[in-house]
């Protein structure tokens, strides 16, 4: 009785520390893939566009903000507070756009591809609803592949889309089959993690852009 009490701790170690252990972390130099820069900077920060979106969705992952999904007068939501949509206007912000001007004057003109607003837009919200964002990116931003085996395609920066109810930044960082990780707001402990497949799994990843805004 006692060795198996000794032999079940030691497995209850050893699986522990497993778990706890960082996994090798990759970037795209490792599999021999070319890190695509924006032509364009936007904010003249001497950064280009893909990377200001890449460090401001890692600082949105840093900052941790706390996931409430509410309606704020203005739009915006205070500092520390968002869900995954949150990640995305303040990542776009980080390159100098307001992703709620964009997508509120596109909405204005063009009220009828966005059957989100239901014939009455309302920028309080419209900007940080995801089927309003995948139009507007649909229309506005470089379409690539939903292909997940195409790991060269996928782009730190590049925005993600799965199902119709979740949005997401591509990182840098990559799993050791090249899979890219992705920033994020879900509730989750960890905002930069390698779940891009475990998303399309659950909800299918319906749009995969680049801001390149036309």
């Known amino acids: ?4 009490v000794i032999f079940s701790s030691i497995i ?7 778990l ?12 021999g893939i070319e890190v695509i820069t924006s032509p364009i900077d936007y904010n003249s ?15 949105e992952a840093t900052n941790h903000s706390h996931y409430r999904s509410a309606y704020y007068d203005g739009g915006y939501p205070p500092e520390g507070e968002g869900v995954c949509t949150d990640v995305i206007w303040r990542a776009l912000k980080k390159a100098g756009y307001s992703l709620k001007d964009l997508v ?6 063009n009220l009828n591809l966005y059957p989100r607003v239901e014939g009455k837009s309302d920028p309080n919200i419209d900007f940080r609803r995801v089927p309003n964002l995948h139009v507007f990116f649909e229309r506005h931003a470089l379409s690539l592949t939903l292909d997940t ?4 395609t996928w782009q730190p920066g590049d925005i993600v889309i799965f199902g119709s109810n979740h949005i997401a930044i591509i990182s840098d960082k990559r799993n050791k089959k090249g899979i890219p ?13 390698d779940a891009l497949l ?5 909800s299918n990843i319906t749009g995969h852009y680049r801001f390149l805004i036309n």
């Open 198 to 202: 475990w998303w399309h799994r659950r």
């Open 12 to 18: 209850v170690v050893l699986i522990i520390g497993y």
């Open 104 to 109: 509120d004057e596109d909405i204005k003109n």
């Open 45 to 59: 920060n001497g950064i280009d566009d893909y990377t200001d979106i890449l460090l401001g969705a890692k600082e």
């Open 149 to 152: 085996a195409q790991i060269e």
């Open 1 to 4: 009785m006692k060795r198996i």
């Open 20 to 31: 706890s252990f960082p996994k090798r972390v990759y970037e795209a130099g490792d599999f």
């Open 181 to 193: 990780y992705i920033i994020h707001n879900a509730n989750q402990p960890n905002r930069e993690e």
